[in-house]
């Protein structure tokens, strides 16, 4: 394979969306399409991620213009397992979509727009210079400003609002931000900045602009005190859009603060301080968030910006174990996330409701889809061995050995809260007794009615997605050995560099 | 509008504006131009000719919907990306060139390509915008 590959998982999506905009008004057809090309995006991801893992660093210089000149995409170990987990959660939105999402919005195009979103998730993982990372962060909001409004619902339109207006304001900060580091080192390519900024004498100016990074970034990935947002926005889409929203958008910002405070602005002792802060504010502030909300999908939607406090903490700690620890925290997420709002999707499906005094009785209906449930939900707390606990060892880990006792308090905190949420939701969505509205038939769930192929297409991603969270804790050894790869990676980016610029320019001093 | 004037003169003024855009995709790529902008010319023309008639008869000027240019201008935008990778194992969008100048159209290559393919997107897409809009008003 040439290093041209790797552009790939970036081109096809856009492809697939193509040939989906062709097949405008065959409903049927595109939620086909889209559950192909979604299987194809799965088998170029595992390809990209095998070929990183065999190579290292691959970087392709697009329009074959050589860099810092031209725009250049970079597949290192964390671009390509981000990919790859993205084409999974892809994959599972996607046959979910097929039954979650109705004529309708199929005919007013959510199969291309979701397909272009997908697109621009992959291009800015594996894009290497930042302001390509902007463009890229405009597709998807773009994108996801036409998929949480589609439909038109009064109460969709008023989440797209607060979402819109925040995210256009992260946008503009962003750009500043670029603006700002590109007056002082004239470069955009990340690699090249990695070495500029370190030879800029005033570090002040080189704080302002990581600070502005900082807002920008915090903004799209829903950091204390800039979340308020997304619990407001999150819950009101279709289930499975919001599934890719809480699963992936999120994680692009949290992707952006690793790329950005690893390899731009490196081990800086202020920006690091007020990464921990923060991770101790957004841990706290979004673990009491969920903890006060009735409804499912908002108490997933706190529970978003509990978890990034978590990895914001493995990020701000700067050892290569709390890297380790927010890398593969980073992977059992993307997987869980996604899959908790399938699970809601589902159980809408079933009961009819997503109020925890409403819902119940699911164990006496579906005893097999409740214990299906049980894998996401309990891997979110991180129950041993499920996905959640390894990451979480790395990260206590890591702030005993620094001696950052606060950092801990906050994580057990967080953990405790989670536990206790969950345990919450557990027991109102499977034990309880369905409240007086469901029983006398006032709300209904529509999943026990539906044909035996409908009913596989709702329970089959949350099973897919179960499986790979399930391989995720079971095979933990193999997922810490890439998430400590990458901790190496971005503890000293030199590869990354070399693989960039060549050999001979990194070595100037 | 219903104006003698502007009916007369936009009767000229379509081919006009339509040559002036294809004018400015050919000019694009090393002047100012290029397929965005030729692309607006070209939608001004359409939307130039309904103030004058109705937008009924310049979509009927159009023959296929507006939208159908869309996907069709963003496939060839992207198979002009990648047709490098797949013709000359070059990186993805590299300009491949015709090596002679071709009499009137100039020097011919997938940048060229690329850019009638912004060109349709953006014929369709701003057509599309305004006639939803004058259908729903």
Known sequence: MSPQFIIWPVIFPLLLSVLLLFTWAKVNLQRFISIAGSVVSVVLAVALFTYTRSEGVIAMQAGNWPAPFGITFVSDSLSSVLILLASLAGLAVSVFSSVGINSPRVRFGFYPVYHILLTGLNGAFLTGDIFNLYVWFEVIIICSFVLITLGGERKQLEGAVKY?????????IFLTAIAIVYGLTGTLNMADLSLQI???????????AALFFFVGFGIKAAVFPLYFWLPASYHTPPDAISAIFGGLLTKVGVYAYIRVFTLIFPADAFIREVLVVTAILTIASGALGALI???????FSYLIVCHIGFMMAGLGLGTEQSFTGTVSYLIHDILVKTNIFLV???ALAITGSLSLRDIGGLYKQHPWIALLMAIPLFSLVGVPPLSGFWPKISLFGAALDTQSYWVLGALIFGSLLTLFIIAKVWAALVWQNP???IEKGEVYGTF????AGIRVRYVFPVALLALCSLYVGLGAEFIMDISTDVALLLKDP???IEAVLGPEQSLIP | MNTLILRT???FLLPLLLLFSVFLLLRGHYLPGGGFVGGLVASIAFVLHGFAFDLKSSKSLLRVHPGYLIPVGLALALLAAVFPILWEAKPFMTGIWYPESVPVLGSLGTALIFDIGVYLVVVGAVLTIIMTLSESA
């Not at chain 1, 370190?198 to 302002?208: G, P, Q, S, T």
């Not at chain 1, 909300?293 to 108490?299: A, D, I, M, P, T």
């Open chain 1, 164 to 172: 819109f207006t925040l995210n256009m304001l992260a946008s503009v």
């Open chain 1, 198 to 208: 370190a030879k800029i004498e005033n570090r002040f100016l080189v704080d302002i």
């Open chain 1, 293 to 299: 909300q009735n409804n499912l999908r908002k108490v």
């Open chain 1, 344 to 346: 809601s999707g589902l």
């Open chain 1, 435 to 437: 409240s007086e509205k």
């Open chain 1, 448 to 451: 026990s009615g539906l044909p």
């Open chain 1, 494 to 496: 030199k590869p990354y």
């Open chain 2, 9 to 11: 003169a936009s009767r």
